[in-house]
């Protein structure tokens, strides 16, 4: 691998955010559309990435993606914070002179790549080469610094699309502090930005009749040449280049035009997603601000005062004393979509991500763009589960410490909530064989427990020896019913991130719900859990007609808060803690 930044950007954490693994779980975006703006999907949705073709801008950006198994990009992409990489019409329209540039992304975003067929501009600021796009690192010699990069990210993303290669975007921790700049001198040095849309348009319409990468590399300068864009010079480097990577000894990827490069996909499951938008600046003061309409709370706001304003005064969505920045919080709503506002007015103060799960059904992505929400849908047919939600959510890439599943009847103190720390909590008593189910009780056969006890999935991560002590403990569990049993299934469960937890658990969930109905691989995922986690410790609830002295109340109604007054009541009094 080559890593590619410039005198003035810092990676405060080196490469590791980077994806270094051969293969990578990616939400990839499901769009036709020549262009996209990745800075939208990092909470920056009124910013665009330095020579991000202009007319382009106007257009919506799609929050609709694949959730795809497939070979890690070979160009990858850190956004960085501070003074991010933007062009100068941007840095004169909209900031202020007497404030500093100190932007952020959102960088517990998962990554995004971009399909064949769609463009986005990438930098030389903080990039990570793997080997088979080592070619592509030339840059053109008849272009100023400050649109150089841009057309050779350009050419790039075109012919890595010949390879079955993609680009992928990524939140680091890099920060860059920018050496002085005159921005007039940079719009007269970036005039050609002007020319981009008319560069990829055809770039995109380009047919490669070569049979080798090298071949098509030097076509493509050719064409550009012709074109008006690259001159001699150009062309006679790229030339240069690829017969000096030959003389080292450099093996060039084999052609390979395959628009889905997935190698293992969720495509029937719908995926939206939302970054959390961050603060912004404008030319006219020197703070910085989310702007209106480019967040969900404001229409959350808009709700919660309609439903609180006869309640409780100034009813608003504020954010927690305390909020738990680093974890994601999954809310399953089962398909009940119209109890979003009263859930994200609840829980979003205190989390800063917020995916919501439920049934596939017609209207998904209404829902999502309506309330600018994550929402991760099964496949029509299936039923959100537990172990469903979770195993999906873990795979779309968040950078958090922890996944916390509930479901939407379930209102949790902050307290609670706030106290999660590195061990596996789940619903009291959901495990235990001596204690009678009295709520949401789910009957399992005797067969299923004993399926239960002998059902092993390949655990990688855990020594032979380990494994064994897990799979006694299955048997255990299974070996106590002797006939048919009752466990509940509504589960309350947190998961942290740690690779020897979370991965083993997730291992054995998706066994489960290959081999059983959801609901009762929820209950089997609960009780391999207290196998692979000794220090897992109980959720504690209580009905709604006691006070919120547990760690959460259920049932309550998120989708009846409107219409019950005595929820609404109960709800208003408290949601604007």
């Not at 093996?251 to 029937?268: F, G, I, Q, S, Y």
């Not at 054995?508 to 290959?514: G, K, P, R, S, V």
Request: proline content about 5%; hydrophobic content about 40%.
């Amino acid at each position: 691998m080559i890593y590619e930044t410039d005198d003035d950007s810092f990676a405060e954490d080196g490469i590791k955010n980077f994806r270094l693994s051969d293969f990578s779980w990616s939400l990839i975006i499901d769009t036709h559309n020549l262009t996209y703006n990745p800075y939208v999907h990092f909470g920056q949705s009124t910013t665009w990435p330095r020579g991000y073709p202009l007319e382009y801008l106007p257009l919506s950006t799609p929050h609709k993606h694949k959730l795809c198994r497939m070979p890690t990009a070979a160009a990858q992409q850190g956004l960085v914070n501070g003074d991010p990489d933007l062009d100068a019409t941007f840095r004169l329209t909209r900031k202020n002179s007497l404030a500093t540039m100190d932007l952020s992304f959102d960088h517990r975003a998962p990554s995004v790549v971009l399909p064949a067929g769609t463009f986005a501009p990438f930098n030389c600021q903080d990039t990570l080469f793997s080997y088979s796009a080592f070619w592509s690192l030339m840059l053109p010699l008849s272009k100023h610094m400050r649109t150089l990069d841009i057309f050779r990210a350009y050419m790039a993303e075109k012919l890595l699309w010949l390879i079955g290669q993609r680009l992928e975007f990524i939140a680091t921790e890099t920060n860059h502090k920018r050496n002085f700049h005159s921005y007039i001198k940079d719009a007269s040095n970036e005039v050609e930005f002007l020319k981009m849309g008319t560069f990829i348009d055809v770039l995109q319409k380009w047919k490669c009749e070569k049979l080798t990468l090298f071949g098509c590399m030097e076509e493509a300068y050719e064409m550009a040449r012709a074109a008006g864009f690259f001159d001699s010079r150009d062309v006679d480097a790229v030339k240069a280049w690829l017969k000096d990577l030959t003389r080292i000894g450099y093996k060039a990827p084999a052609l390979n035009k395959a628009r889905d490069t997935c190698v293992e996909a969720h495509d029937k499951e719908s995926v939206f997603f939302y970054g959390e938008e961050q603060s912004t600046i404008m030319f006219h003061t020197a703070d910085k601000f989310v702007l209106p309409g480019s967040s969900g709370k404001e229409f959350v706001n808009a709700e919660l005062h309609a439903m609180c304003s006869g309640k409780v005064a100034g009813a608003k969505f504020s954010p927690a004393k305390h909020p738990v920045r680093d974890k994601l919080l999954i809310i399953d709503v089962a398909g009940a979509y119209e109890s979003i506002p009263a859930l994200d007015a609840w829980y979003r103060p205190l989390f800063s991500q917020v995916l919501y799960c439920g049934h596939g059904k017609t209207g998904v992505d209404q829902w999502s763009q309506m309330w600018m929400v994550s929402i991760i849908a099964p496949a029509s047919g299936r039923v959100s589960s537990m172990s469903g939600c979770l195993y999906l959510a873990s795979k779309m890439g968040y950078k958090t410490t922890g996944f916390m599943y509930i479901q939407k009847d379930m209102l949790f103190s902050y307290e609670s909530l706030n106290s999660l720390a590195s061990s596996v909590k789940m619903t009291q008593n959901i495990v235990q064989s001596t204690s009678p189910c009295q709520l949401d009780c789910l009957p399992v056969s005797k067969e299923d427990i004993e399926k239960f006890g002998t059902l092993k999935p390949n655990l990688p991560e855990f020594r032979s020896q380990d494994q064994d002590t897990i799979m006694a403990c299955a048997k255990r569990f299974a070996d106590s019913f002797t006939k048919e049993a009752t466990f509940q299934h509504t589960i309350a469960f947190y998961l942290p991130a740690k690779e020897n937890i979370r991965l083993p658990i997730m291992r054995f969930a998706e066994a489960y719900l290959q081999a059983f109905s959801a609901q009762i691989a929820d209950v089997f995922t609960a009780v391999i859990s207290t196998c692979i986690d000794p220090n897992h410790s109980p959720f504690l609830y209580a009905s709604f007609q006691q006070k919120l002295t547990a760690d959460y109340i259920h049932p309550f109604d998120f989708d009846k808060v409107r219409t019950d007054n005595h929820l609404l009541s109960f709800y208003c009094a408290n949601v604007t803690h």
